[in-house]
C-alpha cells in the first residue's frame, strides 16, 4: 500500500518527479552560497517571495569582517527580493520554520541536510545543496526521485533516564550511517502516536545519519495540538499498511541511555560502559536537542548543583529562549554555572562560541560527532541532555540515572 512520502509526492517509489515546492529555506552559510549561483544565472527573479525563507543560525552572531560582509549582502537580498528573513536571535532554521511555518501534507526544501526534522510534521522534508536552492527560488518547483522507506516500528514506554535522543541513537546503530540511504523512514508501531512533538523532531532530525532522505511521522491528535499553537490547521494523516523495504523494531523498554561514541554516529555503547570518561566541556544545543523541553530537562538535574567543567547551552530558537527565560529554566542553568549562548547553532558546525582544542574531549548533544568537526584534534561524544547535564556535574561521563 501507499507510503506517506508516495502520497504527499503523488506518485510510487522509484518515480522521478517535477513538484512545486511549498516552502524553501536556507541559512547564511547556503543562502550566500544560493545568491552567488543565482546572479550567475541572471538574477531572473523569486518566482514565489512568500514561500522563501532566509534564517541566520550557523554563525550568528558574525564571527568576524569576513562573514559579516557576506551577511550583510545577503540582508540586501532577502529586502530587495521581499523573501521572509530572520536574523540573529531568531534561532536554528529547522527549529523556526517548525514553529508554526509548516504543515502536514507539503513538500519543505531547505538548504541544509537536516531539514529533514520538518517531517515529525507529516511534511515531506529534505535537504539539497545551494544550486538547486537557487533553481527553486527562480521556478518555484524542484525535482526529485520519489523514496522508498524504511519502517521504525515503536512499542512500548521509555524508562527512566532515557530520552528519544537515546532511542534516536539506537534506530541509527540499529540500521548504521548507510542503512537507509536515500529512503523515507516512517516512524510507526502502537508507540508512534504517544511521542510528543519534541520527540519527533529529534527522531526525525537524525534520519539523515542513517543516509535517508527524510524521516515521517503521520500527522495526528499531537500534531493538531502541537500546530493548534501556532493557529496552523491540521489535517490528520492516517497510514494504510504501506509497503517497507526494510523494518526496524525498537522496543523502547529496553534502550538504555547511550553515547555515540568518536567519530561515528552509529558506534553507540551504553553510558554506564563509560562512566568516568573525563571531560573538558559539555555542549547543550542544535536542532537535535536545543528546545525548551531539552532545557528545561538538563536545568531539573543541573539545579542546586556546579558544573565542573565549561558547559555551554545555545536554545535551538528565540522562542524556546523566552520561554526557558520566563519559566526560570534560564537561571537555573546560569545558577549552575553553565554559559549560555544566543539562539542557533552554536558550536556545532566548529565555526565559533565553543570550539575544542587539539586534545580536548566533549559530550555534546548535537548530531555529529565526526573527526575534526567540533575541533581539529578533538574528540566529541554525542548524547541526551539528561546524560549531557548529569555529566556536567560530575566532569566524565555519567549515567543520567544516577542523580534523577
Not at 516552502?23 to 552567488?36: L, P, R
Not at 528546545?291 to 536545568?299: I, L
Not at 542553568?333 to 566533549?362: D, F, S
Request: hydrophobic residues 40%.
Amino acid at each position: 500500500m501507499t507510503t506517506l512520502s508516495e502520497k504527499i509526492l503523488g506518485a510510487r517509489a522509484g518515480t522521478y518527479i517535477d513538484r512545486h515546492v511549498d516552502k524553501a529555506f536556507c541559512h547564511d552559510g547556503t543562502g550566500i552560497q544560493a545568491k552567488i549561483i543565482y546572479d550567475a544565472m541572471g538574477a531572473p527573479g523569486i518566482a514565489f517571495p512568500g514561500t522563501v525563507y532566509i534564517i541566520y543560525d550557523h554563525i550568528a552572531p558574525a564571527n568576524n569582517s569576513q562573514t559579516a560582509e557576506l551577511q550583510a549582502e545577503l540582508r540586501a537580498f532577502a529586502r530587495e527580493y521581499k523573501v521572509h528573513f530572520l536574523d540573529i536571535g531568531s534561532g536554528i532554521c529547522h527549529q523556526v520554520m517548525a514553529e508554526g511555518r509548516v504543515a502536514p501534507g507539503e513538500v519543505v526544501i531547505g538548504a541544509d541536510s537536516h531539514s529533514c526534522t520538518l517531517g515529525a510534521l507529516g511534511a515531506f522534508a529534505t535537504g539539497v545543496g545551494a544550486s538547486d536552492m537557487a533553481g527553486i527560488w527562480v521556478s518555484g518547483e524542484t525535482w526529485l526521485r520519489v523514496p522508498d522507506s524504511v519502517g521504525i516500528h515503536l512499542s512500548g514506554s521509555t524508562g527512566a533516564g532515557v530520552e528519544w535522543k537515546d532511542v534516536a541513537l539506537s534506530y541509527i546503530a540499529e540500521l548504521g550511517m548507510d542503512g537507509a540511504t536515500y529512503a523515507a523512514i516512517e516512524f510507526t508501531g502502537e508507540s508512534a502516536s504517544s511521542v510528543p512533538m519534541e520527540g519527533r523532531l529529534t527522531l526525525c532530525n537524525m534520519a539523515v545519519e542513517a543516509g535517508a532522505k527524510t524521516g515521517l511521522f503521520y500527522a495526528d491528535k499531537e500534531t493538531e495540538r502541537y500546530l493548534a499553537r501556532f493557529s496552523v490547521s491540521c489535517q490528520v494523516q492516517v497510514p494504510e499498511s504501506p509497503d517497507y523495504v526494510k523494518d526496524c523494531y525498537l522496543d523502547l523498554p529496553g534502550i538504555e541511555p547511550v553515547c555515540a561514541v568518536p567519530h561515528r554516529v552509529d558506534t553507540i555503547k551504553p553510558v554506564q560502559d563509560l562512566a568516568g570518561t573525563s571531560l573538558d566541556q559539555v555542549f547543550i544545543g542544535t536542532c537535535t536537542n536545543g528546545r525548551y523541553e531539552d532545557m528545561a530537562r538538563a536545568a531539573r538535574i543541573l539545579k542546586g548543583n556546579q558544573v565542573k567543567v565549561r558547559t555551554i547551552v545555545v536554545p535551538a530558537s528565540g522562542r524556546d529562549y523566552l520561554q526557558a527565560v520566563s519559566t526560570g529554566v534560564i537561571a537555573d542553568l546560569i545558577k549552575a554555572g553553565c554559559t549560555i549562548g544566543p539562539p542557533g547553532c552554536g558550536p556545532c558546525l566548529g565555526a565559533h562560541m565553543g570550539v575544542l582544542g587539539k586534545g580536548e574531549t566533549a559530550l555534546s548533544t548535537a548530531n555529529r560527532n565526526f573527526k575534526n568537526r567540533m575541533g581539529v584534534g578533538a574528540s566529541y561524544y554525542l548524547c541526551s541532555p539528561s546524560t549531557a547535564a548529569a555529566s556536567a556535574i560530575h566532569g566524565e561521563i555519567t549515567d543520567p540515572r544516577e542523580v534523577i
